[in-house]
């Protein structure tokens, strides 16, 4: 038995290191956190005894944890390599805690790269479990849980059962709803452009073309026409030629948000997605750790980067550069993540694999090497008879440097690229002007949020870190306050000014403008829970504050503040507006009245009801009872009319009769719908219920009775052998049961399915059940102060406390 044991989170980590150690090593996974915050009564917070923890084993880990400490038992050093971050940390302490193992008898190591000389190098400098960063963690989560716990059973009592809040995630919600009302109250401004292409020859004689733009914008379409009236006799004329060296910089190396924002734009990769491909590079060697808000390259790293950079492009090329991380509230000072082995430009393995690495290659690569030079050219023309100027603008690259191998992105594109190359032109050259267009251009509302915008939108505010962005935007989307969706283009139409051969024409054209791609919109419980929040906890919803609270997780973690200090000045201030909310706020179900309905004199507004927004026409308390009807998938009670609104009310309606049977198109909890014959069919989401004819509703109709044919392969009796989602099945008294792929399904005969189905009835449970519940299970644990002797000495003072009356909550869901 190997007398060293070494635990990691994922089995991934483990495979990897296991090729690095020896035989005296044996390798575990914890598979993560291994007990978490008990929610079988109450928070798991002892809040008599200044916020402890009640921490439980979680079922599905029992059997983790017993393996691990049965391994634990039959070492002589258990090397503790968890992540080095506070999660990491944090699950390092919960193993020394939960498996009861001796202090002497422990190491704690950490490296941010999962590469032979940095885990050799982790083992010959153990160090202790740092008890500050376990605090920060803790005090991270205690607080969350008292805020989601306290906050979401008001949210169901006052607007709908099922709805969770969380300090970071109500926090993202409020930024994607605020955006969208700057986006409703947008109103465009309107103004002229103009431009015109002149005609010349060059030095050599040859016929050139120059696009130019005017210095000035006109703001209506008089003072536009005035102007094309002034250039009808105009002379032109080269004023003034400027050049001026320029030079573009690369970018740091990536953090956790850059990378997250790049990866996005460059390649399409959601949050998530890009943290997850980004783990499996780490935990099999080849970048470094992917939680990190540090642009620190190490001097292993520069020095690689510098060979690799020699070998590839020469000596010019090379510039060594030591970024510094500017970021709000940044953590410890870990590496940027860059690859393990500058030497390795790709990567293998699957295909998001590969892009990741690539970009994450080029991107460190191109942070040490030269300056792009470029040299940018302005020319100037001058109108006889006018005090403004034409402008061309171009550039051209003298020296690429690092854009041999990279260029950043940005989230919003330019409208116009001048980075062409002009004609060589000469001071006091004549200019024929061929074309001059004043166009009717738009202001540009604000953009929407996507997954990466908001992100570095969180990290300009200080609100949140590395490993808390890709969860909270998942959260948001999961519990359906936000959707991440696209929006088709809109036509609009411009007036178009062109003069050409002395003559001005007035032109009306369309363009599409609008398209919305990957972005992040907020739905109507979105935004009701936001206004519900805001206004009855503003601090809790306040950017600074929040900003603040992730200020004093730092504090804790550098030791210079005691976590149930910082928990108990948030909890003092909290509790009673929880309390006061619960007793006199009133029930929020966002209600907004559109108006009356003209057939009977009614009130009509909007609101959140049990399955999503509905119309209503009248009161419950009225004598005739209220009329309800669901607003449609592309419709929202912040933006519906009264006349859209009243269009709701039109359904159902009976298109006609086909086989003798009416044909009723209505809408319902899961959308629009047909009824025939007692049957439902679902008209498809993007037609409109009002629009649909009964030679379309034949048409869905029949459509879905192909289909069934299709579906049934065979029937005996209560015997149905059909085609599913994932293949042939037998279906019998509303239970399901597998089909062989030795089988052919149209081969099987009433016999055969029933022989099959006695088997599959007979065949043992092989569905693990949990075991039981026992008060064994939720256990107290030590104060991570008390457990570990050797750790740094630090002053603890404990605030005295007496519990406030804590509100009556329900098992609430986690952040």
Not at 476 to 489: H, T
């Amino acid at each position: 038995m190997a007398k060293n044991l070494v635990i990691v989170e994922s089995p991934a980590k483990a495979k990897t290191i296991e090729k690095f150690l020896g035989k005296d090593f044996r390798i575990m996974s914890s598979f993560g956190h291994i007990r978490d915050l008990s929610d079988e009564k109450g928070m798991g917070i002892d809040f008599e005894q200044h916020y402890k923890p009640l921490y439980t084993v979680p079922p599905e880990k029992k059997k983790v944890v017993s393996e691990l400490r049965k391994a634990s038992k039959q070492a002589e050093i258990i090397w503790l390599a968890s992540d080095e971050d506070r999660e990491g940390e944090a699950i390092a302490w919960h193993l020394f805690d939960e498996l009861r193992l001796n202090k002497n008898s422990i190491h704690r190591i950490v490296f941010h790269e999962i590469t032979k000389d940095a885990i050799l190098h982790a083992v010959a400098n153990p160090r202790n479990i740092d008890l500050n960063l376990v605090d920060a963690q803790q005090a991270r989560r205690v607080l969350d849980r008292i805020v989601g716990f306290e906050l979401s059973p008001i949210l169901w009592r006052k607007i709908r059962p099922g709805l969770s809040a969380g300090r970071v995630q109500s926090i993202a919600v409020r930024l994607i709803v605020e955006r969208e009302r700057e986006i409703q109250a947008f109103k465009a401004e309107i103004n002229y452009r103009v431009s015109a292409l002149f005609s010349s020859v060059d030095a050599k004689g040859n016929p050139v073309e120059l696009k130019t733009e005017l210095s000035q914008r006109f703001a209506t379409k008089q003072e536009a026409y005035d102007f094309l009236e002034t250039c009808k006799d105009a002379q032109f004329e080269v004023a003034d030629i400027v050049k001026k060296p320029a030079k573009k910089t690369p970018a740091p190396p990536f953090t956790t948000s850059t990378l997250q924002q790049e990866a996005a734009r460059k390649l399409g990769f959601s949050v998530s997605q890009t943290m997850r491909v980004a783990q499996n590079l780490y935990e099999s060697g080849r970048i470094t750790y992917m939680r990190t808000d540090s642009v620190n390259l190490s001097e292993l790293a520069l020095n690689t980067s510098k060979a690799e950079i020699k070998s590839m492009a020469g000596d010019r090329y090379v510039k060594t550069r030591r970024f510094s991380t500017k970021s709000k509230g940044a953590q410890e000072a870990h590496e940027a993540i860059r690859p393990t082995y500058m030497t390795n430009h790709s990567t293998d393995g699957a295909l998001q694999e590969k892009r990741l690495y690539e970009l994450i290659w080029k991107r460190t690569i191109a942070s040490q090497m030269a300056d792009a030079e470029l040299e940018k050219t302005t020319i100037h023309i001058n109108i006889s008879n006018s005090p403004y100027q034409f402008i061309a603008s171009g550039e051209v690259i003298i020296f690429d440097g690092f854009l041999k191998v990279y260029l950043e992105s940005t989230d919003e594109e330019p409208e116009d690229e001048n980075s062409t190359t002009l004609p060589m032109m000469k001071k006091g050259e004549s200019m024929d002007a061929k074309e001059i267009l004043a166009q009717q251009r738009f202001s540009q509302r604000p953009p929407r949020y996507t997954e990466a915008s908001l992100v570095r939108k969180l990290e300009e505010l200080g609100i949140g870190r590395p490993s808390t962005y890709a969860p909270t935007i998942s959260t948001i989307q999961n519990r359906k306050y936000v959707e991440k969706g696209d929006r088709p283009a809109e036509k609009r139409a411009y007036n178009l000014l062109q003069l050409q051969d002395g003559t001005i024409t007035d032109q009306e054209k369309t363009e599409n403008t609008g398209a919305e791609k990957a972005k992040l919109f907020p739905t109507d419980i979105g935004f009701v829970v936001n206004d519900f929040l805001t206004g009855n906890f503003p601090a809790v919803l306040d950017y600074n504050f929040t900003a603040q609270v992730e200020k004093e997780f730092d504090h804790i973690a550098d030791g210079d503040m005691t976590w149930n200090t910082a928990i108990d000045n948030f909890y003092k201030q909290f509790h009673p507006i929880v309390e006061d909310t619960l007793k006199n706020a009133e029930r929020k179900i966002g209600e907004r009245v559109l108006g009356v309905d003209p057939k009977s004199g009614r009130k009509l507004s909007v609101k959140i009801g049990r399955y999503g927004p509905i119309a209503q026409i009248g009161e419950r308390d009225e004598a005739q009872k209220p009329q309800y009807s669901s607003l449609r998938h592309n419709q929202s009670i912040e933006s519906i009319t009264l006349e859209e609104a009243l269009e709701l009310f039109k359904l159902p309606r009976e298109l006609g009769d086909y086989e003798t049977a009416p044909v009723t198109v209505a809408v319902g909890r899961f959308g629009p719908y047909l009824r025939h014959n007692a049957l439902f069919y679902s008209i498809p989401k993007e037609e409109d219920p009002l629009g649909v004819s009964l030679n379309r509703a034949i048409e869905i109709i029949e459509k879905k009775r192909e289909e069934e044919r299709n579906r049934i392969i065979n029937i005996f009796g209560d015997i149905r052998i059909l085609n599913g989602r994932y293949g042939p099945y037998i279906s019998f008294k509303k239970k399901n049961y597998k089909i062989p792929k030795t089988l052919d399904p149209r081969d099987i005969t009433e016999e055969i399915a029933k022989d099959l189905i006695r088997t599959q009835d007979n065949a043992p449970d092989k569905k693990k059940t949990a075991p039981k519940k026992t008060a064994a299970t939720k256990e107290t644990a030590q104060e991570p102060t008390q457990t570990q002797d050797s750790a740094p000495n630090k002053k603890k003072t404990t605030p005295k406390k007496t519990a406030p009356k804590k509100a009556t909550v329900k098992k609430a869901k986690k952040e």
